[in-house]
C-alpha cells in the first residue's frame, strides 16, 4: 500500500526555518517524481516545488523561490522541503504527493498533510 | 503562469442530479487537464487525468472533456458521497496550476 506521511510542521515566527520531511512506503520511491502542494485555510492548491526521481530536475513556485529548497534521499525513501524567510502567507496545509509515473501528469497519492503556522 | 478559471464557484444540487463543472485556461494545454474531488480534512483524491481518463476504482458516473482551453468535469446521478469541493489543474506547464475550486452542495 502507498503511503506518504509528512511531518515536521508547527507554528514559527515570520522570518523563521521549518523542515517538512515526507516519508514514503509501498512503492519504489527512486522512480517517482515528488511534489509538495499547499493548501491556505479554505482556500485552494497551491504547487509549491517538485523533484525528479535522480533530483536532477528540481522547480519552484515564484512565491518561494529563494526561500525554499526541496531535496530527496532516494535510500531514506524520504522528501524534504527546506522552508525559510517565512511568511504570514506561507501558513498552510503542506501536502507531499506523488505524480503517478515519470511525465504520467497527474497526482496519484497525497499524504495527509502537515499544519504550518506562521504566528508571532 | 497558466490560469485556471472554474466555474460555477459554488452549486447546490439535489441527489440524482446531473452537475457540469467547467475550467477554462488562460492559454492551450492541450490535454493535460486533472480533476480533483476534496472533501473537508481531507487530502485531494484524483477523479480524471488526461481530460478524459478516468482514474483506476473511480466511478463511471464522473467524466471528463475537452482540450486545448475549456474542459468540463460531468457528474452524472449526484449521489450523497459526491458532496465536496472539485478541482482542476493543469499539468501542461511549471507551475503547475490548480483552478480556484467548485464547492458542490445539496440543495
Known amino acids: ?120 | 503562469d497558466i490560469q485556471l478559471t472554474q466555474s460555477p464557484s459554488f452549486l447546490s444540487a439535489s441527489v440524482g442530479d446531473r452537475v457540469t463543472i467547467t475550467c477554462r485556461a488562460s492559454q492551450g494545454i492541450s490535454s493535460y487537464l486533472v480533476w480533483y474531488q476534496q472533501k473537508p480534512g481531507k487530502a485531494p483524491k484524483v477523479l480524471i487525468y488526461a481530460a478524459s481518463t478516468l482514474q483506476s476504482g473511480v466511478p463511471s458516473r464522473f467524466s471528463g472533456s475537452g482540450s486545448g482551453t475549456e474542459f468540463t468535469l460531468t457528474i452524472n446521478s449526484l449521489q450523497p458521497e459526491d458532496f465536496a469541493t472539485y478541482f482542476c489543474q493543469q499539468f501542461n506547464s511549471f507551475p503547475m496550476t490548480f483552478g480556484l475550486g467548485t464547492k458542490v452542495e445539496i440543495k
Open chain 1, 1 to 120: 500500500e502507498v503511503q506518504l506521511v509528512e511531518s515536521g510542521g508547527g507554528v514559527v515566527q515570520p522570518g523563521g526555518s521549518l523542515r517538512l520531511s515526507c516519508a514514503a512506503s509501498g512503492f519504489t520511491f527512486s522512480t517517482f517524481p515528488m511534489y509538495w502542494v499547499r493548501q491556505a485555510p479554505g482556500r485552494g492548491l497551491d504547487y509549491v516545488s517538485a523533484i525528479s526521481p535522480d533530483g536532477g530536475f528540481i522547480n519552484y513556485a515564484s512565491s518561494v523561490q529563494g526561500r525554499f529548497t526541496i531535496s530527496r534521499d532516494n535510500s531514506k525513501n524520504t522528501v524534504y522541503l527546506q522552508m525559510g524567510s517565512l511568511r504570514a502567507e506561507d501558513m498552510a496545509v503542506y501536502y507531499c504527493v506523488r505524480e503517478a509515473g515519470l511525465s504520467a501528469r497527474f497526482f496519484d497519492y497525497w499524504g495527509q498533510g502537515t499544519v504550518v503556522t506562521v504566528s508571532s
